[in-house]
T-cell receptor
């Protein structure tokens, strides 16, 4: 069975500050890991995905995540927050096999960016 | 390029009423999914269809049925709606083959059962 835990349901930062959203996973097989972002009243959009080619993954809008197998973590970071980053962020682990979109999601982290 | 299209976007039902949520994708994906999103719980898988002609239960299937009408369309039916089914429903699709293939999501259907 797979599971995802996102530490902190709400994170608040000032514009220009570092963004750090935490994600820990549990998986019995090599994980397929994703970060999605959801803007208000919209669907989910892929930020980045772990492909095993590199442990540091770069995504859209300046976000990146580092896969640490020893810590079973896949934390999301951005060096400098922008007001437009305010959204809800979801970490997810995929089961692979024949249904790669069959995802187990964390509970989500709402990011607030203050001027 | 529409991607994944869900209808309707909003719906209010009375307890005991039935309805079908429609989903269509134009990316020629083999696999399709229905998730529900509730505050503080992330998204949970209701049903999925790995390929045309197959459907399987996800984490929270009770109270729902699905139909994979063809490769493009995957509908979700509530036979007798209950207040506990008040949620935002998302349809998604993905390619069946290849590693690290992400899911693409629709805009969601916001359902309220009163």
């Amino acid at each position: 069975a797979q599971s995802v835990t996102q530490l902190g349901s709400h994170v608040s930062v000032s514009e220009g500050a570092l963004v750090l959203l935490r994600c820990n996973y549990s998986s019995s097989v090599p994980p397929y890991l994703f970060w999605y972002v959801q803007y208000p009243n919209q669907g989910l959009q892929l930020l980045l995905k772990y492909t095993s080619a590199a442990t540091l993954v770069k995504g859209i809008n300046g976000f990146e995540a580092e896969f640490k197998k020893s810590e079973t973590s896949f934390h999301l970071t951005k060096p400098s927050a922008h007001m437009s980053d305010a959204a809800e962020y979801f970490c997810a682990v995929g089961s692979g096999g024949t249904s790669y979109g069959k995802l187990t999601f964390g509970q989500g982290t709402i990011l607030t960016v203050h001027p | 390029n529409a991607g994944v299209t869900q209808t309707p976007k909003f719906q209010v039902l009375k307890t005991g009423q039935s309805m079908t949520l429609q989903c269509a994708q134009d990316m020629n994906h083999n696999s399709m999914y229905w998730y529900r999103q509730d505050p503080g719980m992330g998204l949970r898988l209701i049903y999925y269809s790995a390929s045309e002609g197959t459907t399987d239960k996800g984490e929270v299937p009770n109270g729902y049925n699905v139909s994979r009408l063809n490769k493009r369309e995957f509908s979700l039916r509530l036979e007798s709606a209950a207040p506990s089914q008040t949620s935002v429903y998302f349809c998604a699709s993905s390619e069946a083959g290849g590693f690290y293939t992400e899911a693409f999501f629709g805009q969601g259907t916001r359902l309220t059962v009163v």
